[in-house]
Structure formats: C-alpha cells, structure tokens
C-alpha cells in the first residue's frame, strides 16, 4: 500500500489524511486505494489484478507493472490529444489518477478485421452478420485484412462479470447512453488516438491492430481514463510476422493478450471451461506469459524492464533474470 507520505510527494499540493474504508477487491476491481484531496475530491491508486482472460484471475509475474507502464507511457504520447487522468505514478504497480464519471460506454477502434471470440468482427462478419456493429463493409474480406479506414465498434461496460453488449454508433445516442455532441466528441478523439497509436507502434516494428478506449468526465471535461494501449486492451501484432504470413499464410505472432486466449482455445478452455487461477496453468506457460508481456514493454518504449518485484515461482524468476540479462 502506498504510503501517505509516498502520495504527498506524488501530488501536488497536500493530501487531507483521510483513507476511504476499504472495500473488498471484487468491489473495487482495479482501484488499491482511494484518498481525499483538498476540496473533497478523490484520488484512486490502480493497479491490475486480472489476468489476460476473462475467467483466468491472478497474476502473471510483472504484468501489473508492465501494463501500469506501458499506460503512463503512452498517456505522454497523447496527452496533447485528450488529457487523461493520469496524476502520477510513483510505485512501479500502480498509477494515482482523478476519479472520474465514467461513460457507460466503452469505444473499440479496429484497424483489421481479425479476432476470435464470438463478438469480433471477424466472427460475425464471416457469420453472416449483416452490418456488424451498424457498419458497411466490404465484400470479400479475409481474416485480418486491413479495413479501408479504422472503424468504431461502441460496446456497454460489462458489469456482473456479463460479456459487453454489442451497440452501434447510433444506438449510443438513441438509447441516451451518451449525449450527441459529446459522442461526437469521443469518436474523433477516439480515432485521433488511434492514428497516433498505430503510427507510433509502426515505428517500433509493432502493429497496432485494435484497441478499447474508456472515457469519463473530470468536473464536465472528457478525459480518458482506465488503461491505454496496453497488451490486455490491445491486439498488437509484430509487423514482420505480419508482412510474412501476408504471403505465405498463417497467422501474425500475436504481442498481446491473445497469445492466452488461443492457448486456451487449441485445448478447448472457453468461456466457463476455462482455469481458475493463474495456478491451474502449466508453469511453462506462465513463464512464456510473463516474458511475452515483458518484451511487448520494451519493444514498444525502446527501453529495458526493471523488475520492482520478485515473480512466484523460481523457474519463472530465473527465466526472467535471463531474458533481462540477455536485454541489458
């Protein structure tokens, strides 16, 4: 736990040493910690604790710092676009930001249409589902081609542990869920976002292939919040790969949360199929998630992970010493 001296530092101006009642980590989902600021407002320090699928919950060694990270990193890439709400981050795992209002939508911006659950775009365009996500698209497009132009897919906030509810743009403002100026709003910032990320990620030899944004309101003001562009809200894909199997077939090498998900999938551990815990997967598995997720931070900042912690596990330890060793 962050200490209040640690915040004071962290924050400009001085903390009102309250502590909010703790509250139980399902409640709280990503938020450690909440504080009272000068003016009765609220500051939150998140950290992740949620694995890369939605029913395996732990920790993969360093994916907390590695997402907490990557988030703050790119957050400085953008923040002439939109600010965020990003306050400072002072401890390695974790991230002090405002409270926000989020909105009860969350935005998904595609660049190809991939994907392999049943909500992709993938899946539904290759079911035969007209206009996905009320959108026009192309006839005969194969599996991870690029659009024409990136596309917006609106999905509602899962809550109860249910799966997103596919929306289009237009049942966004029909059903009241966002007003129509500022969910113009959030569609150009969106898209915005997403140009700079991909052009970024291209410079790093990644791909940016598609992405979620939450948004929320900070005393009437859009800013983005929650985390951004990280391997677990984003699909990345290593540009190489993906040029190579342009041409001769097969699939890109995956540099996100989906290299999880098709493991999971090849053994048939789906939806409710799926492990418990990060303890009811093989260890070579953790050891391959832990270093996946720690070359996806540094090829995309250019610089060498620091470990503030010590993973479970010696096998996962010792590999990971290894790999940063080679890096270094």
């Known amino acids: 736990m962050l200490s209040p001296e640690l915040l004071t530092r962290a924050i400009p101006g001085a903390l009102a040493a309250l502590e ?37 919950v732990g920790l993969v060694p360093y994916k907390g710092q590695v997402l907490n990270q990557i988030a703050a990193w790119w957050f400085r890439q953008c923040e ?24 009860p939508v969350e935005v998904v911006v595609r660049g190809y249409i991939t994907g392999v659950t049943s ?6 365009y290759k079911n035969g589902v007209e206009r996905p996500y009320g959108l026009d698209l ?10 024409p132009r990136p596309v917006i897919t609106p999905t509602t906030k899962a809550t109860g542990g249910a ?13 009241g869920l966002v007003a129509p100026e500022l969910w113009s709003q959030v569609k150009r910032i969106a898209l915005e976002l997403f140009a700079r990320g991909q052009r970024l990620a291209r410079k790093r030899g990644v791909l940016l292939v598609d992405t979620k944004y939450e948004f929320g309101l900070i005393d009437g003001e859009l800013h983005l919040i929650d985390e951004m ?9 290593l540009a190489e790969s993906y040029a190579y199997t342009r041409e001769h077939g097969g699939e890109p090498e995956h540099f ?38 720690v070359a996806v931070y540094e ?15 010696p096998r996962v330890a010792a590999a990971l010493r290894a790999h940063i060793r080679q890096s270094s």
């Open 138 to 147: 192309p006839p005969h497009l194969v599996k991870n081609d690029p659009l």
């Open 163 to 175: 799966h997103d509810e596919r929306l289009t743009s237009d049942e966004v403002v029909e059903r």
């Open 20 to 56: 909010l009642p703790e509250l139980g980590a399902a409640a709280r989902g990503k938020v450690r910690d909440a504080w009272v600021v000068p003016g009765g407002r609220r500051v939150l320090v998140t950290t992740d604790r949620v694995s890369a699928f939605d029913r395996v």
């Open 229 to 237: 562009h990280t391997p677990d809200s984003s699909r990345y894909w």
């Open 299 to 313: 090829q995309l900042t250019g610089e060498r992970f620091v470990p503030a912690e010590q993973p479970a596990g």
């Open 80 to 103: 002439d676009i939109v600010p965020n709400h990003a306050i400072a981050v002072p401890d390695p795992n974790a991230m002090v930001v405002r409270d926000a209002e989020p909105l």
């Open 256 to 293: 996100d949360k989906e290299l999880l998900r098709l493991w999971l999938a090849e053994r048939g551990l789906t939806g409710d199929q799926a492990p418990e815990g990060m303890g009811a997967l093989p260890e070579d598995i953790v050891v391959r998630l832990a270093m996946h997720y």
């Open 119 to 124: 909500t992709s775009l993938w899946t539904l």
